[in-house]
């Protein structure tokens, strides 16, 4: 008989939202900097000059200026559920930047936060130093300035930014990036661009950092029960549940609640398992599921006319879920992964890990239709509604048999042809051991949690390969900063993917973009607690 495993554990505990925090990996301090530091150790500086030869090689079109403050604000989310947190411009998702390939975007952003934050252009290959990682490609934004982000935009695509220090990402700070392509191939009469997020910052006082705290205490010291974890993956249970009552109790007590509550923003995540991603779906039992920023009592409403062919840009912002997505009476055809064409597939449901972006084209028919975000393995969903008529909108609780018919992953898709890397070997393989456990929550690659200095070098014009193998009992969508790779068999281009437990994922990238480059999970509290590392291009 196995052994249980239960490894999603938490909501957001209220009674911790002041409590001890975890240094967060990804902050930079005000101290030296991080050209300096890449200088003397004999790597490409993030301002050096190989990085402002590629940046004049990329060419330098129309200046699109735009102004971005992160503040302090009070959002609503619909369904009665307004809460405070951080947001760009006080709106969520913050304002859609769309700018045209070539064109070279200027961005003030202004920090109003009462802490320094950053803004990482996630998914572009754009210049080292404008990557928004503190302490590695720039100071952090401190709390009352502002710092203005100047790069050619390479490539079109979908794509979408936020902080890379702390967690800060887990509260509202996102907002999408689309760059059209000036010779755009598709054809189609509107665009709905729809963002996907796990919501718990504000409720009932939590944050994004009391989680984090709350997940670093680790879980061996729980009732004995057992987590898998560690490196070795022989004998390892993937299943969830166990002593769910004793569970039950901890999380509330946590909360400040007197007894196990069977909903709210401090109820327990059960049955949190998903077959799909290998055994736990994840961390966080978040209390709302959002599109758009809106919950699904009171989803976003998006118009077209019966017959319109809608580009659809899907963007999974989340900190810790995966969404499988699907729109009521429809099939979609997938024309994008992470801003690179693909062959068009067709498919009922998608499944994005963090980090992930798909674009898809669908011929809308006569009426109301919800678009559903399931939130993979975490029995709960968000919603959006598409009305290209009359009728009564469907219940926020409708479950669209798309859901359940074909669903397709990354690994099915093949890269357009104009997209595809091309036959090469690799002339550096990376060797990533994605390693960690729930019972300690030391999630690290190699063994080993980020430092800034600790660097993985590659040399410009290698053809590198990435070669992942996941020794948890826990999925990582690991994400590649300034590059993207392509997945084995003539697969698809893409920055993020998934690697699933026990699995081992190779994928590789041309090392055309000098400078250092985060590599991590995409997971924010895995990611801050260590899950994160760097590729340093050599003098």
């Not at 200046?63 to 989310?77: F, H, K």
């Not at 549940?241 to 901890?250: I, K, L, Q």
């Not at 980020?450 to 009992?473: H, I, K, M, S």
């Amino acid at each position: 008989m196995r052994t249980p495993t239960r490894r999603s554990v938490l909501a957001a505990g209220a009674a911790l939202a002041g409590g001890g925090l975890l240094a967060a990996c990804g902050k930079g301090s005000d101290g030296a900097s991080p050209t300096a530091s890449a200088a003397s150790a004999g790597y490409v500086a993030p301002d050096g000059p190989e990085v402002a030869a590629a940046e004049a090689r990329r060419g330098s079109g129309p200046v699109r200026e735009a102004a971005l403050t992160a503040t302090r604000a009070r959002l609503d989310l619909g369904g009665g559920v307004a809460v405070d947190s951080w947001a760009y411009d006080g709106q969520l998702p913050g304002r859609e930047i769309r700018v045209s390939a070539g064109d070279t975007l200027a961005l003030t952003l202004a920090n109003h936060l009462p802490e320094p934050t950053s803004a990482h252009w996630h998914g572009l290959a754009l210049r080292n130093d404008m990557d928004g990682v503190p302490g590695l490609t720039q100071q952090a934004v401190k709390a009352g300035a502002s710092f203005t982000y100047r790069f050619t935009v390479p490539h079109p695509g979908t794509y979408w930014f936020h902080p890379h220090s702390g967690v800060q990402q887990d509260r509202g700070l996102y907002a999408p990036l689309i760059v059209e392509d000036p010779k755009e191939p598709l054809k189609y009469d509107k665009e709905w661009v729809v963002v996907l997020d796990d919501w718990v910052d504000g409720v009932d006082g939590s944050t994004p950092d009391a989680v984090l705290a709350e997940l670093a205490r680790g879980m061996g010291d729980m009732g004995g029960m057992h987590h898998g974890g560690g490196h070795d993956m022989s004998g390892m249970d993937h299943g969830g549940g166990h002593d769910m009552g004793a569970m039950s109790g901890m999380s509330m007590a946590a909360a400040g609640s007197p007894s196990p509550a069977p909903s709210g923003p401090s109820r327990m995540l059960m049955g949190a398992d998903s077959p799909l991603l290998g055994g736990d779906a994840g961390d966080v039992a978040y209390p709302h599921y959002l599109v758009n920023g809106r919950t699904a009592a009171d989803p976003q409403t998006f118009t077209a006319k019966p017959g319109d062919r809608v580009r659809i840009r899907l963007i999974n912002a989340g900190g810790d879920t995966a969404f499988r997505v699907a729109l009521g009476g429809h099939r979609m055809t997938v024309t994008h992964t992470d801003g690179y064409p693909v062959e068009h597939a067709q498919t009922d449901a998608l499944l994005l890990g963090m980090g992930e972006r798909y674009d898809v084209l669908v011929e809308v028919q006569n009426g109301v239709f919800p678009l559903t975000a399931l939130a993979e393995g975490k029995k709960a969903s968000a919603l959006a509604l598409l009305r290209t008529g009359g009728g009564a909108a469907p219940d926020a609780s409708v479950r669209p048999r798309e859901l359940d018919g074909t669903l397709l992953t990354a690994d099915r898709l093949r890269a357009a042809e104009g997209a595809r890397l091309g036959g090469r070997k690799p002339d550096r393989t990376v060797p990533l051991r994605l390693t960690g456990s729930m019972a300690k929550y030391d999630w690290a690659v190699n063994g080993k949690k980020y430092a800034p200095d600790q660097r993985y070098p590659v040399a410009a014009g290698e053809r590198v390969r990435l070669a992942f193998v996941n020794n948890t009992t826990m999925w990582h969508p690991m994400h590649l900063h300034g590059h993207t790779f392509a997945l084995p068999g003539g697969g698809p281009r893409k920055d993020t993917a998934i690697v699933l437990p026990g699995q081992r994922l190779e994928v590789d990238f041309d090392a055309d973009n000098p400078g250092l480059w985060m590599l991590h999970c995409h997971n924010v509290y895995h990611a801050e607690s260590g899950m994160m590392t760097v590729l340093g291009y050599t003098r």
